[in-house]
């Protein structure tokens, strides 16, 4: 089958399927000064959005990424005026009430993480109800983030471990990294390859703290609701022309190994990395 990713806009480009980000992640920004540089109302620029967020699935899925986080709404939003986060509440609903068919389609797996407790009644039943209808797909899983903040998140593991020590069920000696990043919201996901934020700004936003340590970050000036495949095609080309820089050394020839290791190692098979996900990404060489 074709390809509908517009691969033919880039003809220098030659996108190598093993070496593509196992995971993505999307920090969404701008929607707000796509809407007033039109003369319209913040809530329009939410709206369009969406389209950027479906194309990006789409996209992805069709790469063959097993794993895309989106940063749908933060901790820090709830501080928004308070017709605006209604509008995002049903917004987001809508949005999953739409998505089921689609996403049951093209085999996509929802997870969330956040303080999702904090939604709207009707948004959490959505939520649960699509989280349970696609648990079984294994071609791509799509995070979202919802209410979430990285302190936030650190701040809840840290106090379970600590529980954890004063009941006796943990030792100090037993806190090391790998601890801590199963009680993270995160656990069981593997940390970013690529960090992309739209709009211009060069920032994380209290966005997976811990887990973006070694991350590769792209920044664009692309405001969120004209994101679409072709920018995600850049955004990934970008990536495969770096080195992953781990900061370790090969002792026998001095040479880090970051160096030696393919940009997007990790996702060398990644039906396997999306649990038993079934194909595997075409050659995307336009060239």
């Known amino acids: 089958m074709a390809s509908s990713l517009p691969l033919s ?4 480009l030659s996108l190598d399927p093993a070496r593509l980000p196992r995971h993505v992640a999307v920090v969404m920004d701008g929607n707000g000064r796509w809407a007033t540089r039109r003369g319209l109302n913040r809530c329009e620029g939410h709206r369009r959005g969406k389209d950027a967020a479906r194309a990006v699935v789409e996209a992805a899925r069709e790469l063959g990424i097993p794993y895309l986080t989106l940063f749908v709404f933060s901790h820090e939003n709830w501080q928004r005026p308070v017709p605006e986060v209604g509008f995002l509440m049903r ?3 809508r949005f999953l009430l739409t998505e089921s068919k689609r996403l049951m389609k093209r085999g996509v797996r929802l997870i969330t993480v956040g303080e999702t407790a904090r939604l709207p009644a009707a948004v959490r039943r959505a939520l649960d109800e699509m989280v349970a209808l696609t648990a079984g797909n294994r071609k791509m899983t799509l995070a979202l983030a919802l209410s979430y903040g990285g302190r936030q998140d650190l701040a809840a593991a840290a106090r379970r471990i600590a529980e954890g020590v004063a009941a006796g069920r943990i030792t100090p ?5 790998e601890l801590l990043g199963n009680e993270l919201m995160t656990a069981g996901i593997p940390d970013p390859d690529l960090l992309i934020r739209t709009s211009g700004e060069q920032r994380i936003s209290n966005f997976f703290l811990y887990q973006l340590a070694y991350t590769e970050l792209y920044f664009t000036e692309t405001l969120w609701p004209d994101f679409r495949e072709t920018d995600l095609l850049k955004a990934l080309a970008d990536y495969q022309a770096r ?7 090969d002792v026998r020839t001095g040479v880090r190994t970051d160096v030696l290791k393919a940009v997007g190692g990790g996702a060398v098979d990644s039906s396997a990395a999306a649990g038993g996900a079934e194909g595997s990404p075409r050659a995307l060489s336009t060239g």
């Open 9 to 12: 806009e880039f003809p220098q």
């Open 91 to 93: 917004l987001f609903h």
């Open 173 to 177: 000696q037993q806190v090391n990294e």
């Open 243 to 249: 080195e992953r820089r781990f900061g370790t050394v």
